[in-house]
């Protein structure tokens, strides 16, 4: 009878992977052009539809590399969740947001968890791959799990792989990005492993669960502070009267222990200003202050509010008041060269400034319409007009592909968040942070 590590091994084994967006899809694909039997599971019919389609709703997976699974159905997709009942393999790949009160939402977890409960079998592995706070894989999986009478480590198998997809990368990819594995016994950790090993060209096995997911909260806790640490200098740049990226710039010739980042209007995406907050609740609960990543929220979130007051006393310094002014704001996606707005500063911004009763437009080549206090703005499609038109622009995300000398050329009025456009002899027409 062949074991579950030879089906993984020789790659006979089922996968399924539940959840197929920015994470998953691409963890499908890499196991089905492996040579594993694949089925992605969602509760989104029209990403099922599409993948059956051989259609592709992820930047960085062309259909072209699905379409040739799907039809040689090496890869499907479905709404059905007893496909977990064949499956071998389980990855989970769900959404961890933040509920109302910013407090970590485990539910998408515990809602595939339970529907894995209900199919469980003897000799499946199961790997969270979300993220999530320390403690999760162990505390909230597996007593689930265990609820069948299933054993972890014997029956079946439980492992926390974090991901490390970026969306639009191209220069790192599942394969080879080295992936953190922790097992809640060692049978699971080598069960993982090996499953792992069949994408990744490097699997980097930890201690325990709790060690992967603390890993991964790491590594985005670390750019979230930094960040925050950041704007924090560039506002004390403003109050020195000095360049903070030409101190930047300066900093960063260090050729060793210096990591530059760059200033900006906030902090957005799906992961930065969420995965820290998973860690401050957990040591919360602990009893334990997370105050670096309070302090770094604090300024991060406070950055909207910054920019705002610039543009107000740029355009007093123009004699207007922000009241009634037009403001176009450029770009307002949550970073360059993506249409995502989640979690975007836009927001807050553009929300801050129709308080104070200025009309807002938006330009941004990525994004059409954007919902913002509901009302629905839609995107400038004249950008030369938009730019005559405003009495101040803020630029919010420098996309590659705005033509800054023209934007130069056609503003009265600019405030720069991103360094995008030179500010020598354009008298004190462009401000930076
Ligand atoms: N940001 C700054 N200054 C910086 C860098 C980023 O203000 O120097 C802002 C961005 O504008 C954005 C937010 O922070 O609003 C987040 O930017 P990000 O570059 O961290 O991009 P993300 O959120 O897409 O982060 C992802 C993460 N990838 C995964 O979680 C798998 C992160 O770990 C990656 O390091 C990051 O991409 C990346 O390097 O691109």
């Given at each position: 009878m062949t074991t579950l590590l030879e089906k993984i091994q020789n790659r006979q084994a089922k996968v399924c992977v539940i959840g197929i967006g920015y994470v998953g899809l691409p963890l499908a694909v890499a196991f089905a052009e492996?040579?594993?039997?694949?089925?992605?599971?969602?509760?989104?019919?029209?990403?099922?539809?599409?993948?059956?389609?051989?259609?592709?709703?992820?930047?960085?997976?062309?259909?072209?590399?699905?379409?040739?699974?799907?039809?040689?159905?090496?890869?499907?997709?479905?709404?059905?969740?007893?496909?977990l009942r064949t499956a071998d393999a389980i990855v989970i790949c769900?959404?961890?947001?933040?509920?109302?009160?910013?407090?970590?939402?485990v539910s998408f977890i515990v809602n595939a968890v339970e529907e894995i409960a209900q199919r469980l079998r003897s000799q499946q592995l199961i790997v969270l791959?979300?993220?999530?706070?320390p403690g999760t894989t162990e505390e909230i999986v597996l007593p689930i799990l265990e609820r069948t009478g299933l054993k972890v480590g014997s029956d079946f198998y439980l492992a926390?792989?974090?991901?490390?997809?970026?969306?639009?990368?191209?220069?790192?990819?599942?394969?080879?990005?080295?992936?953190?594995?922790?097992?809640?016994?060692?049978?699971?950790?080598?069960?993982?492993?090996?499953?792992?090993?069949t994408i990744v060209a490097r699997v980097v096995p930890v201690?325990?669960?709790?060690?992967?997911?603390m890993a991964k909260l790491l590594e985005n806790t670390f750019r979230a502070v930094n960040i925050g640490l950041v704007n924090e200098v560039a506002i004390m740049c403003g109050r020195l009267g000095l360049d903070v990226y030409e101190v930047i710039d300066a900093a960063a010739t260090k050729p060793f222990g210096f990591m530059s980042f760059k200033p900006g209007p906030g902090l957005g995406g799906h992961c930065l200003p969420i995965d820290p907050r998973y860690l401050a609740w957990k040591l919360n609960t602990l009893n334990y202050r997370a105050r670096f990543i309070e302090v770094a929220e604090d300024i991060n979130f406070g950055m909207p509010a910054y920019?705002?007051?610039?543009?107000?006393?740029?355009l007093n310094d123009h004699g207007k008041p922000v009241k009634g002014s037009q403001v176009l704001v450029l770009g307002v996606a949550y970073k360059r060269d993506v249409g995502d707005v989640r979690e975007?500063?836009?927001?807050?911004?553009?929300?801050?400034?129709?308080?104070m009763g200025a009309r807002i437009k938006f330009h941004d080549p990525y994004v059409a319409e954007l919902e913002s206090d509901g009302t629905a703005l839609q995107s400038e499609k004249d950008l030369d007009a938009a730019l005559a038109a405003s009495d101040c622009v803020v630029v919010i995300t420098d996309h590659s592909s705005y033509d800054w000398q023209r934007v130069l050329a056609r503003s009265s009025l600019i405030v720069d968040t991103r360094n995008a456009l030179p500010r020598a002899n354009a008298n004190g027409k462009v401000i930076g942070l």
């Open positions: 492996t040579g594993f039997q694949v089925v992605g599971i969602d509760v989104d019919a029209k990403k099922v539809s599409a993948i059956m389609a051989g259609e592709s709703y992820v930047l960085d997976i062309p259909a072209a590399r699905i379409a040739p699974l799907v039809s040689s159905q090496r890869l499907s997709a479905t709404l059905d969740l007893d496909s769900v959404p961890t947001p933040l509920g109302k009160t910013k407090d970590p939402d791959e979300s993220t999530t706070y926390f792989s974090p991901e490390r997809i970026d969306p639009g990368r191209t220069d790192f990819t599942v394969a080879n990005t080295p992936k953190i594995v922790g097992g809640v016994t060692p049978i699971c950790l080598e069960m993982a492993r090996n499953l792992y090993a201690s325990s669960p709790q060690a992967a997911e920019v705002v007051n610039k543009i107000a006393r740029a975007s500063p836009a927001f807050d911004l553009i929300a801050l400034l129709r308080e």
